[in-house]
């Protein structure tokens, strides 16, 4: 008769332990495979100490396992958890935190909320290149300036752009190298997936890692107390939409478009997935509206006009601004001071955009 996995538990079952009860009560047993006529598991104990009372245990198993017909050779390794190393302190804005961003994600049933956090707004796009990071970045100095108590995670994972927008850099300190301690600029709380990599450093995750990146990022990072945590993702409907809405209690999201067709198209597409995934669409914002030319102060329609306010009239979503297209604009992102900071129209159009959403007690 095959020496069986049942023949050697009951076996051994009734094997009076040193601290009481028997082998067979006791959760220890691990591993244990029959290969042929070897036998082997591991016997898992709480520490040295009671590893050193086990030998006597482990002894019996033994002589009555090796009387058994068909096994000639047993082998029983008895192991201790090793204790989890001490976190290494680490002070300091620029020590590298000893995280590992992008490992695979925690089991977590379902939402979970951001102790501290009480808006998540998502601004996403359905094209790239529309200004999504842009209005994200302006839109939390506007809030800031409203008296919001201001967040804003950088989940653009293709392509990070907020550390050059908010102009911060260097690596986020983890004090005890379990949590990271966000950076701060122009009065908001500011984390991104960038600035956990290496300069130009691609990624290449693919979706659990994905999962795993955002998820520590959301759960992993000292916000504190947030009045609104704004997410910039990457354009289009993929993994990491799909994640924050699973993995975040999302308020809801707004929709970065230009009046071009095609990036209509693209945002309705984003739209579209924001309702299977039951986050409810805030609005439209339409960027890249108007131009007016600095010289003589002619206006012009570069990418067509009033697109998206038709958009989110057909749609019957709120349309919650124009933002113009400005030289200021880009260099101000690219200074790394936000053009809202400011005094000027594009600041005044992101001050009315703050105000709608904080009257509307979402941010
Ligand atoms: N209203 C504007 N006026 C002038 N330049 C703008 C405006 N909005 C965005 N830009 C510029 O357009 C470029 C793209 O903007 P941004 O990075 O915000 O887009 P995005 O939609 O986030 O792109 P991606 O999909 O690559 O993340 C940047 O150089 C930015 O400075």
Redesign the pocket.
């Known amino acids: 008769m095959p020496v069986t996995r049942e023949t050697i538990l009951t076996a051994i079952s009734d094997i009076a332990l040193p601290q009481g009860g028997t082998l067979g009560q006791a959760d220890l047993i691990r591993a244990l495979t029959i290969d042929q006529d070897t036998v082997r598991f591991v016997l898992e104990v709480e520490n040295a100490a009671t590893a050193q009372a086990m030998a006597p245990v482990e002894a019996e198993a033994r002589a009555r396992l090796e009387r058994i017909p068909g096994v000639a050779k047993v082998q029983i390794v008895m192991t201790a958890p090793a204790k989890p190393a001490p976190p290494k302190a680490v002070s300091g804005q620029g020590a590298a935190p000893s995280l590992k961003i992008g490992g695979h994600p925690t089991p977590q049933a379902g939402p979970q909320a951001i102790p501290g956090v009480r808006h998540i707004i998502a601004v996403g796009?359905g094209k790239?290149?529309?200004?999504?990071?842009?209005?994200t970045s302006n839109l939390a100095v506007a809030l800031a300036r409203a008296g919001r108590k201001v967040g804003l995670l950088d989940a653009?994972i293709y392509?990070p752009?907020q550390p050059r927008m908010m102009g911060v850099s260097g690596r986020p300190a983890s004090p005890d190298g379990q949590r990271i301690d966000p950076m701060h600029a122009h009065g908001v709380t500011v984390m991104s997936i960038g600035l956990m990599l290496k300069e130009g450093e691609a990624l290449v995750w693919r979706g659990p890692m994905l999962m795993g990146a955002l998820q520590q990022l959301l759960q992993q990072v000292n916000w504190g107390e947030l009045d609104v945590l704004l997410i910039d993702l990457?354009?289009g409907t993929g993994d990491v939409q799909l994640s924050l809405c699973q993995k975040a209690p999302v308020t809801g999201a707004i929709i970065?478009s230009t009046p071009q067709d095609v990036a209509l198209l693209d945002a309705r597409r984003a739209i579209d997935m924001f309702g299977k995934l039951k986050t409810p669409v805030l609005g439209l914002v339409e960027?890249?509206s108007t131009y007016i030319c600095p010289k003589c102060g002619h206006e012009a329609h570069l990418f067509g006009h009033g697109g998206v306010a038709a958009e989110a009239e057909a749609l019957n979503l709120p349309f919650l601004g124009a933002?113009?297209?400005?030289?200021e604009?880009?260099l101000a992102?690219?200074s790394g001071r936000p053009v809202a900071l400011g005094d000027g129209a594009v600041s005044e159009a992101y001050a009315r955009l703050a105000d709608r959403l904080v009257q509307g007690g979402i941010a």
């Open positions: 796009s790239g290149g529309v200004g999504k990071s842009t209005v653009d392509g752009s990457p354009p970065v960027n890249m933002l113009p297209l400005e030289l604009v880009r992102g690219d």
